[in-house]
């Protein structure tokens, strides 16, 4: 109702009283238009009242109300509101990033009755990116049901692109690196209590993986600490009786030293999906090193797919420190796309960082 209701009345009917001329300086080429001062005075007035008056006073206000009805199971105006001003300046400045150059397109280029549509396009888009990079985000549900840029979407947005940019990062060298492993009886507070011992010496944890295996609990975690501390870690982690079920073991960790070191150049995370079969994680992992590429991170799983079938799962993150160029990139693909067809992958994506 409201894009086809509301702002078709908005953009086209009353825009077109307001700003008379605003079909025929769309129709113009663009020489036409940059001469064109009093339609670019025009198209700029539209994007004004569109951006700065019909959203922040009419559209925000509609949204958040129509979330409180919808989603709560006692709806309140006065809550709803409140919710909206707090969260006025980062969701204006969330729409505005994307909504002010589409609507400057839409007001330049669009004959009126194409308006509407295009805005429609644009909400599909974004709507599509969100979905995309966040579809069964259920903590984010409500925020990710609006058509338009809030702040809420725009930085989960800024999120899926981060994680999927992302590449390890190496050791700092001013800091002691320690290896924490144990694996025990599964019980209810191990992680907690762990966490717990590492903070209180001084430790900052920075990778790790947790798991349970049936009835075990296994962990490994990597922890950064101050030189002169890490003896009082090594320390508390043994000695703590809450912790003695996980046989905890700590070692010192150094920077990779192969006669010289090199720093990464190229990054890449490869994340593979295929019937699960003997041979799957073998074959991946010898075609990386075969690659001289060196794995920083590597998990596995199985869950069910389509049509129940047990499905395998692999997500490596690995690294090279040598120069990769177009023929390379094509070659590696080319490679696991000969995997992909020997294996039956029904999913082989991989994407490259350059450090």
């Not at 409180?68 to 006065?78: F, G, I, R, T």
């Not at 049509?307 to 590696?332: C, G, Q, W, Y």
């Amino acid at each position: 109702f409201y894009l086809g209701g509301v702002q078709y009345a908005i953009y086209v009917p009353i825009f077109g009283r307001l700003f008379p001329n605003a079909a025929k300086f769309a129709a113009k080429p663009i020489r036409e238009k940059v001469k064109d001062v009093k339609g670019i005075a025009a198209l700029c007035g539209q994007v004004f009242l569109d951006q700065f008056v019909h959203h922040p006073l009419l559209y925000f206000p509609v949204f958040y109300g129509t979330r409180e009805m919808v989603m709560s199971d006692e709806p309140n105006l006065k809550r709803c509101l409140d919710t909206y001003r707090e969260n006025m300046t980062e969701d204006l400045s969330a729409l505005w990033k994307v909504w002010v150059p589409s609507t400057f397109v839409n007001f330049a280029f669009m004959p009126m009755w194409a308006r509407v549509p295009w805005v429609a396009g644009t909400s599909l888009l974004w709507t599509c990116i969100l979905s995309t990079m966040r579809g069964g985000d259920v903590s984010h549900k409500g925020d990710i049901e609006a058509p338009f840029p809030t702040g809420s979407t725009l930085t989960l947005v800024k999120e899926g692109l981060d994680e999927m940019f992302a590449s390890p990062v190496d050791l700092d060298r001013s800091l002691a690196h320690v290896c924490i492993s144990g694996a025990g009886p599964d019980r209810i507070g191990h992680v907690a209590k762990m966490a717990r011992t590492v903070a209180d010496a001084g430790g900052n944890v920075t990778h790790s993986k947790m798991i349970r295996l049936g009835q075990e609990f296994t962990t490994l975690m990597h922890v950064g600490i101050e030189p002169e501390k890490r003896g009082d870690l090594i320390k508390s982690l043994r000695d703590s009786k809450d912790l003695k079920l996980l046989n905890i073991r700590a070692s010192s960790l150094t920077r990779r030293q192969t006669g010289y070191y090199k720093s990464s150049i190229v990054g890449l995370k490869i994340h593979v999906i295929g019937p699960d079969r003997p041979g799957m994680l073998a074959n991946i992992a010898e075609m990386i090193a075969h690659r001289g590429m060196s794995v920083e991170d590597i998990t596995t799983e199985l869950r069910m797919g389509k049509d129940n079938r047990r499905d395998f799962v692999v997500n490596a993150e690995v690294i090279t420190t040598e120069k990769m160029d177009e023929k390379d990139f094509d070659s590696l693909l080319a490679e696991f796309q000969i995997l992909k067809d020997e294996m039956n992958l029904s999913v082989v994506d991989i994407r490259v960082h350059m450090m």
